[in-house]
């Protein structure tokens, strides 16, 4: 069914008020007369989000407008947009149900660390009831894991249908876990509750009331995710509600409204959102899945409806489509609404944290995610590009370095002057006239060839430095040598002869394939002189055979992705034959690498 207004049912006790007092303590810091949101602020500083929370409560009941009234639905004024939010991550819980993503326990303590070094104020980081994994996890962190801004949270579901909370496995391995804050998890849809519970919706509500009483009990802040709430919601608005009433009298500090299948759509959200913030004293926060493309859209109508909660995962992981992308939800909230999210300082370390944050989960990140992709700030030749270079707000929605990226101009042979100029000013490199014609007319034949530069901005700086007369002095190649063996092992064996400085060096190492032996090979005789390689990792090999021009063979063009942790750059290498193309574009790596950390050749 689905009601609106007056038939909203809160359930029983609620007419006892929001206040505690249901005989349930909540601890020393219980104290009658307030509402449950009152109650926190005693036992823990307010986060942001949650003053912010508080002004807003306190700037509406001031407004000379009736008190909220008992229930959504009623009348109320679309609030003014929050001071602050409170940006809840959940990389290492949700974002971890994304096919593919797979971390270990030391990967998850290193996401935690970026995670507060980018500053979001709470952490998800597990499920300690429901793997051994997360259960290490929990253990090792407070050893392991030390946390400048960030509250770390395990995660949990309400007790089981029929069980007392005391004797419910679940809710005893989140006490366990030893984190300061919970989350867990309740269905708040009629139909889940009926046809994935089997249980009475009076059940459903006690399960909350009674888990949330249960874990205040044990002296832990508790958030509770209202899964399906949307859904269930539009489906039936009693129901729904009651489950957050439950959760609220029992002294949950945020309400989390969970767009589970992703369907929502905004001006949805911002009505059901707005219905909740009316009806409730507590912070509201909000989980959106990316079903339909709009987790991000979905977020910020939340918080124009009063929302002071954000979850989402950096780089938008997770199950199906993901979750709400924080690296665009906290631009968007900061940067265009004014809303604080991350400490303002460290909004520029959006983009280097999601890079490293890809390289710890072992996704090659997204060239065109809003605001830290690799293209979303590159200009291709022509129009855009001179027009650019008059106004640079002529084609960016704002400044990337706001969010630690940087406007690139893609150069290939379609590229005028201008373009390879601007190029050329962008790494710092003063390209006289001459040199300029020699770069055009090298990048011309490059390409005829069959390289493609426009894909690889590491080997273009290269040859861009090349251009000015500069040289590599890093190593200087005698030979090499790639066995592949068709034994059991079938391992490949390379071999490389080269001078650093004035001394040979021979080295052989063996790999799975040419490039991985040549790779070994090289690190094997140049990682003592420079230890910086240590830092530098191939992420991605491409091979592409192409038709020859002339028709009398075929080309190979490959590509290297390699990365230091922080940026990825892309070198290229061609020929006919295949070992050779792959070295030119090591060999490329490698250098732009050594150069990015600033090693003097020769080290
Ligand atoms: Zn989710």
Redesign the pocket.
Known sequence: MSSDGPTLDDGPGHTHGHGPGHGHSHGPASDHGHGPASDHSHRHPLTAGQESHAHAKERDRSSGEPAPADGPGHQFDLPVLPEAVDVFD?TLR?GSQQEGLSLTVDDKLRVAEQLDHLGVTFIEGGWPGANPKDAEFFARAPAELTLGTATLVAFGSTRRAGVRAEDDETLRHLVEAGTPAVCIVAKSSEMHVVEALRTSLDEAVAMVADSVAFLRSNDLRVFLDAEHFFDGFKANAAFSTRILRAAEEEGAEALVL?D?NGGTLPHEVERIVASVYGGFESQVGV?F?NDSGCAVANSLAAVAAGATHVQGCVNGY?ERAG?ADLSATIPDLSLKLNVRTIPAERIERLTPVAHHIAELVNIPPNPQQPFVGASVFAHKAGLHTSAIARRSDAYEHLSPELVGNGTRFVVSEMAGRSTLALKAAELGLELDSAAMSSVLDSLKRLEHEGYHFEVADGSLELLLRSSTGWEQQYFELESYRVIADHSASRATEATVKVFVGTERIVATAEGNGPVNALDGAVRAAMGSRYPSLADIHLVDYRVRVLDSAKGTGSVTRVLIDSTDGDRTWTTIGVSEDIIEASWQALADSIVYGLLRAGVPAGA
Request: hydrophobic residues 0%; proline residues 0%.
């Open positions: 959940t949700d969970c589970t989980h899945h997770g979750n």
